[in-house]
């Protein structure tokens, strides 16, 4: 699946450190492990059936400026995403607006590429479909159940039976164990596998956590032919084959929104482990997730901010006037990646007149401006601190307020470093 464009990224002097990362997983904060100087990175990517909102936007943020800071720090990283673009969502979104589900994907697809460009956000070296990979899914799947891991749940509207994973036994006899990625009690695990694709209420499951595998065909539902028999893949295990195809067994930072942690990361590591033998991910790093008129910004309530429509000028309340992209991004980052907060329609003005300020503090005139080279070290450290955006934005508040002895180096710092063009 092509990409979009690479942004710019201005060379600085010197060099930064590698950040200190917040792993999920622990509770702590840590330098995971990079091997000869290359971080892998893998961020789940969308299902294509309403894209790009906000809180898209600032889950891919987050890992763009993680990027940017492993590149300062001399550190080369490879970035794979995936495209969930065959899930129930995406079926039951294209029968509801009456079109083929592909060409709906293939659109939504198409608009996420188009805003994550006109956004500067750094794209993946391995964009990957999940359709373009059925057969290696199908495979993998064949291996969990070869060792064991899977098991047969009978269907009553399919030909063939569902293939689960058998999570107690995979923790008994792999090195995963449950709760490894979210540390989370059974009672909650269980309440989020129903809120966020499970389903612990079907019968004839060895535990109600098992997550689905492969989904036998069903009438009207697209599906593939395999040795599996005919069917479509669940959603967990799609993910640790793209993952561990683009960047081996145990990579950098597998990363996401936090509503991805349980149950999807968790299994996605479960899975991989129980094939390889091998953690997933050294890391797991999430975004926070936003609200909008007062609930999580969500697809179900509809309470959504689209990107494209920021862009165009066509958001609600917006004048007409399409909103810079620089001005987007400042709109998030004053937000540090972990936090849950609320967009607000103003946020986006008080972020265009704090990029205004900030391209006129570039040519002002002072008696005693302020060192470049100091406000570089200053953004350097709070990058490297957990990817600390909000302190960034304050040092540069305070550096074009006074004025800079070097407008050009801070000028290319701030797009570097934050993907923002003055």
């Known amino acids: 699946m092509r990409t979009w464009t690479h942004p710019e990224l201005p060379e600085l002097p ?11 997983a622990t509770g702590r904060l840590e330098h995971p ?46 970035y794979a995403q995936n495209i969930t673009d065959i899930d129930d969502p995406l079926l039951v979104r294209a029968a509801e607006i009456g079109v083929d589900w592909r060409s709906l994907a293939e659109e939504q697809i198409g608009l996420f590429r188009s805003d994550m460009h006109r ?31 899977a098991y047969t749940v009978p269907t009553e509207d399919a030909d063939g039976d569902d293939l689960y994973f058998d999570t107690n036994l995979a923790s008994q006899e792999s090195q995963w164990r449950l709760g490894d990625v979210a540390p989370y009690d059974r009672g909650l695990m269980l309440s989020l596998s129903a809120e966020r694709g499970g389903d612990p209420e079907r019968r004839g499951k060895r535990d109600p956590l098992d997550p689905l595998l492969w989904r036998a065909a069903r009438e009207g539902e697209p599906s593939w032919e395999s040795p599996l028999g005919p069917g479509r893949p669940g959603w967990h295990v799609e993910c640790s084959v793209i993952a561990t195809e683009a960047l081996g067994d145990a990579f950098t930072v597998q990363g996401g929104g936090a509503d991805l942690v349980f149950p999807h990361h968790e299994f996605t590591a479960a899975h991989a482990t129980a094939l390889s033998g091998t953690p997933l991910a050294h890391a797991y790093c999430h975004a926070g997730l936003i609200a909008y008129e007062g609930h999580k910004m969500s697809k179900s309530r509809g309470n959504l901010v689209f990107v494209s429509k920021l862009l165009n000028g066509e958001h609600t309340g917006q004048s007409g006037r399409p909103a810079d992209p620089s001005a987007i991004r400042l709109g998030l980052l004053v937000h540090h990646y972990r936090s849950e907060w609320e967009w607000r329609d103003e946020d986006l003005d008080t972020a265009t007149r704090r990029l205004e300020a900030w391209r006129s503090g570039l040519s002002r005139v002072s008696d005693d401006p302020a060192s470049a080279h100091s406000v570089l070290q200053q953004l350097r450290a709070a990058l490297a601190n957990d990817l600390d955006t909000p302190v960034m934005l304050a040092t540069l508040d305070a550096a074009f307020d006074r004025g800079v002895d070097d407008p050009e180096l801070i000028a290319a710092a701030v797009e570097s470093l934050l993907g923002v063009r003055l």
């Open 33 to 78: 492990a990079i091997p000869e100087g290359r971080a892998h990175l893998y961020v789940c990517g969308i299902t294509p059936y309403d894209a790009t909102h906000l809180g898209h936007a600032f889950t891919y943020l987050a890992f763009d400026i993680m990027q940017r800071a492993w590149r300062d720090a001399g550190i080369e990283t490879v």
């Open 119 to 149: 956004l500067g956000m750094i794209p993946p070296a391995h964009y990957i479909a999940v359709t373009e990979r059925i057969d290696e899914i199908a495979a993998a799947v064949q291996g969990l159940r070869d060792r064991g891991f």
């Open 14 to 24: 010197g060099e930064g450190v590698a950040p200190r990362l917040f792993n999920t």
